[in-house]
């Protein structure tokens, strides 16, 4: 089967936060992982052949630009015990239009796993994938509260975009 490895160096994390007093945005550029899985003569994936995706995100990655933050985070986070956040993709189906998937995944962060339901695109282009979507999560789900000081209030809700650039290994 035809491996997928990601390049960390053309992929990316963003998360957006919604805080009350602005927003603020956090990016990591350490992903790392692999994704099997045959592809058609269009370049799109055969589903109905054995497929799979395990994706890693160290937590130290994840650099908002504001020490103060980031140290905060991974308390939160405690990342010495909970040191990476993990997706294995579990179900993929073809959505109406070319490219477009919706994917169901285990993501585990901070010792909790739980299943998310994402919509993607995908293509292939001679031997790169390319893979970019959205999904909001709430980290609560994770065991996880937000900070909140004073006035300052973040949600729970964060916005992720992955953008995944992954090269066929020979």
Same mark, same amino acid.
């Given at each position: ?52 995706? *395990? !994706?890693? #995100?160290? @937590? ?8 103060? =933050? ?6 939160? +986070? ?40 994402? *919509? !993607?695109? #995908?293509? @292939? ?8 979507? =959205? ?6 789900? +994770? ?28």
């Amino acid at each position: 089967m035809p491996k997928f490895r990601v390049n960390t160096n053309q992929s990316s994390v963003k998360v957006g936060l919604r805080i009350n007093l602005h927003p603020s945005h956090i990016d990591a550029n350490a992903l790392t992982g692999v994704i099997e899985c045959e592809i058609d003569d269009q370049g799109q994936p055969r589903l109905d052949q054995p497929y799979s995706a *395990d !994706l890693v #995100l160290p @937590v130290e990655a994840i650099k908002s630009g504001n020490g103060l =933050q980031d140290r905060e985070m991974r308390r939160r +986070f405690d990342v010495g015990r909970y040191p990476t956040i993990n997706a294995r993709v579990t179900k993929g189906e073809a959505l109406e239009g070319e490219g477009h998937y919706r994917a169901v995944a285990q993501l585990t962060m901070h010792g909790q796993t739980r299943e998310i339901t994402g *919509d !993607l695109t #995908l293509h @292939v282009d001679g031997t790169t994938m390319t893979i970019d979507g =959205q999904q909001v999560i709430n980290v609560k789900d +994770f065991g996880i509260d937000p900070p909140r000081l004073i006035i300052l209030k973040v949600e729970p809700d964060v916005d992720l975009t992955v953008h995944i650039v992954a090269e066929l290994q020979t």
